[in-house]
């Protein structure tokens, strides 16, 4: 009954935000595939959502902070999509600042997510928490002031990257890492290195880009803007289902 009443609420939540963002919508044409990239994405995001919210129960109590963290990432990229589809749609344009609107918040909160999992399986060190956060914090800064040309690109792109290998040094190597390995937890060590993996070769899609859409210019922008949802796509459902598979597994202390 609970969840039936949760589930109401959420999705009545969400849909009245997409009619808000929907209120002067132009049509999407059937050979528009970016725009039904855009439309797939956001749907697959509301989905998502509404599955992270009501599974929250079901994961064993100290899983469930990151259980809603995914939800909260795919609930704000299905609004924040909502918007791009529309500006889609009505410039043919994918514009640059939604995006980073977007990272900035999903961006530190997947980031984090690597912290809650590891305190769910017991003690963890809060530096963790403090050197994720600002290492995706300056990966996004040095990308934003870049891209818009407040800064020169390559210097924003040089900024970008060390705090995106600041990361992945912490998640391999650094205190993150090994707490991960002393877990002794077979699904969780196998979610925690998938994970990991697409911090690494889905995250890459983004600097990649980056180079072909500023320091080059060879590359279509359409292309571009299809291969960034796709990897959204990747980077906040599939991450998220990830933690959820190793919550179902339910390692680490009992309360
Ligand atoms: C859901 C959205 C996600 C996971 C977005 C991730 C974005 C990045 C990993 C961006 C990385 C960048 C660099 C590593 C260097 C240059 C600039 C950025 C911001 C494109």
Redesign the pocket.
């Known amino acids: 009954m609970k969840k039936l009443k949760l589930f109401t609420l959420t999705a009545v939540a969400l849909m009245s935000v997409s009619g808000v963002a929907n209120a002067e919508t132009a049509l999407l044409a059937s050979d528009d595939f970016v725009g039904i990239s855009f439309w797939l994405v956001s749907m697959a995001c509301l989905a998502a959502t509404v599955f992270f919210f009501l599974e929250r129960g079901s994961v064993p109590a100290n899983w469930r902070v990151s259980i809603t963290v995914a939800g909260l990432?795919t609930g704000i990229?299905f609004i924040n999509y909502m918007y791009m589809r529309e500006a889609w749609v009505m410039t043919g344009e994918s514009p640059t600042v939604y995006?980073?609107i977007?990272?900035f918040i999903?961006?530190p909160l997947?980031m984090l997510e690597f912290y809650f999992v590891l305190a769910a399986l017991g003690k963890v060190n809060s530096g963790v928490f403090w050197r994720l956060l600002i290492g995706?914090v300056v990966?996004?800064v040095?990308?934003?002031l870049?891209?818009l040309g407040y800064i020169n690109s390559i210097f924003?792109?040089?900024?970008?990257?060390a705090?995106?290998?600041y990361i992945l040094y912490e998640i391999f190597s650094g205190e993150a890492g090994k707490r991960a390995e002393k877990s002794g937890n077979k699904t969780f060590i196998t979610a925690f290195g998938a994970m990991r993996m697409?911090?690494t070769v889905?995250?890459?899609?983004?600097?990649l880009?980056?180079v072909f859409g500023y320091l080059t210019s060879d590359v279509d922008a359409n292309a571009l803007t299809v291969i960034y949802n796709a990897?959204?796509f990747l980077?906040?459902i599939a991450?998220g289902l990830i933690i959820w598979v190793a919550a179902m597994s339910n390692p680490g202390r009992s309360r």
């Open positions: 990432v990229a995006r980073y977007d990272w999903t961006v997947l995706s990966m996004l040095g990308g934003f870049g891209e924003g792109f040089s900024i970008g990257m705090g995106w290998i697409i911090i889905g995250w890459a899609i983004y600097p880009g980056y990897a959204d980077n906040k991450f």
